[in-house]
């Protein structure tokens, strides 16, 4: 197989559940050599490294090509999850549509014109930075950042922190998941958005993130992209409905998509981490030696025992 | 307009070329408190900060769905950038496809048989870091990066350099088009790829960079993923026909793009580089300071006299 840069596994991959056992071709019987992969790591995992996501924290997005997974950060973002919720429960988002698809940087949904009723309970807030209590939560990695000053995982999000303030906010990296807002600060949650190409860190701590997808992102990065300004789809352009948006509590077992998350405080996911930074396949013949945040897989996986 | 991240311009925008007047709303004669924004900069530049590519590092990948114009980096990759020339002269990419999509990593093209007879002159060569003369060229940025002791631009793409060693390669870069390769470190440019997602800066100094998407990015990054190994598609999946490649100065003049692109070392980029570190707009409550190297928006534009 023809293999422009075969030697990296990207974070999609992973998503995609592909196997990655073919990704580096060792010569038999070279034991010793033997480059440690991700795949490796990951197959060689015991079960208690993977969680679950919580089926109260899990959003489904169902498009006519799919579905979107999303996890939702409860606890960094208490506020516009409650909100979240609650619009999914009243059926807020079903029948409306992506409205803005600009490329190397957003997808988003929303009610364009503010029509629907916001269901009471729904509340406005700013949640820049994450809800009291982050800090005795957050993991640290020792790499380097361009934005901040400290960097690491809350939750199974990436984040970062301020050594000083101990304030800790969740980082703009491919796949993260946004309220929108308009100049006041404060937003609710009935305009969502998707990063969608190289992470705009510039937004870090201007904008509520409230969640991570976790499966399905390739159905929106993939959308066209709109020709309006800002990337926002023009009257002329056919629009993608969305079917339904759901907590997965709310919807049957049979129909829940059954997947589990490499844990971010687990053995496996350091030493994944450890490989990334350390590129040892035949195919690198520089080693980077440093990741960057929004660089790092976090392995998600259809539950074995599932038997999909 | 409802307005996400609404103050933030993406690299991607200014390629389309759009008007980003609207994109800070400011209270009327309110001039002292004016922010300046990119298309401010970019609307009261000097016609001498724009240059138009030179025409033979110049390529043109016609697709059904539109034109993808990359720029070719000539200087810092002189050997892969002639096989291309040549490649392109023989119509070596015409009728081929492209093979594989991977979503947040790259869109890749080649003629996975090798089926197609490679002209005479065509080299595999290793090019991972520029060739001899670029130090002299490369313009430093201040600001942080994960993966490299210094970052800036030579000849107008992302790079970056040891200060000890001297040594500049170009960064892989939402945009980058480099040569793919396998497991021998040569490569000959018969195996293209385009970045599509976050920057895959592991990638630097282990691939030959040959160039940058200049206009028809969105024609690569919407493309639907391959659901093969590492994004390739699969026999059942539609396949990508190139239509044609070649080189702008082989086309006349009236199939030409006629683009331009702010200089990377003119005021103009300057000032927008600082407008992009220090963000006054009223929508952002905090302005990040910093800058990552593939966050830098490199502006494209159709040549104002071409009246398009």
């Given at each position: 197989m023809?293999?422009v840069v075969?030697?990296a ?10 196997v990655?056992?073919a990704l580096v ?12 992969t991700v ?6 995992s ?10 109260e924290?899990t ?5 006519a090509r799919?579905r979107v997974?999303i996890e ?7 506020q516009h ?13 079903d029948?409306l549509a992506?409205?803005?698809v600009?490329?190397n940087?957003?997808?988003q949904?929303d009610?364009p014109d503010?029509h629907?009723p916001?269901?009471?309970g729904?509340?406005?807030a ?5 809800a009291a ?8 990695l020792?790499d380097r950042d361009?934005y ?6 809350l939750d199974?999000?990436p984040?970062?922190r ?6 800790v906010?969740?980082?703009h990296?491919?796949g993260?998941?946004?309220a929108?807002r308009?100049d006041p600060p ?8 998707a ?12 904008v509520?993130?409230?969640?991570r997808?976790?499966q ?9 992209r ?5 990337g926002?789809?023009v009257p002329s ?11 997965a509590?709310?919807?049957p077992?049979?129909?829940?998509t059954p ?8 053995a496996t996911f350091r030493?994944?981490l450890?490989?990334?930074?350390q ?6 013949k520089?080693?980077?030696d440093?990741i ?12 074995p025992?599932a038997?999909?």
């Open positions: 023809s293999g075969a030697g596994v990207s974070r999609a991959a992973v998503l995609a559940g592909l990655l056992a071709l060792r010569p038999a019987g070279d034991a010793a050599a033997k480059p440690v795949a490796d790591l990951l197959a060689g015991p079960a208690e490294d993977w969680r679950v996501p919580d089926a924290d959003l489904y997005m169902d498009l799919g997974v939702l950060a409860s606890r960094a973002a208490p999850v409650a909100n979240i919720r609650a619009l999914a429960r009243t059926h807020y988002f029948g992506i409205v803005r600009q490329d940087y957003v997808v949904w009610d503010h629907r916001v269901p009471a729904v509340r406005a700013v949640e820049f930075t994450a209590g982050a800090d005795a939560r957050f993991e640290p020792a361009v901040a000053p400290q960097i690491g995982f199974g999000f984040a970062a301020d050594p000083r303030s101990h304030i906010w969740l980082a990296c491919y993260m998941v946004g929108g308009d404060e937003s609710d949650g009935t305009e969502m958005y990063v969608i190409g190289h992470a705009p860190r510039q937004l870090d701590r201007n509520a993130l409230v969640g997808v976790l399905g992102m390739e159905l929106l990065s993939s959308l066209p709109g020709s309006g300004e800002m926002f789809y352009e056919p629009t993608v409905p969305i079917r339904s948006v759901r907590i509590a709310d919807v077992e049979a129909e829940r997947i589990e998350m490499l844990r971010t405080n687990s030493a994944v450890e490989q990334r930074r590129r040892h396949e035949p195919w690198f520089f080693s980077p440093h960057d945040l929004c660089n790092v897989p976090l392995p998600v996986r259809a539950i025992s038997g999909r």
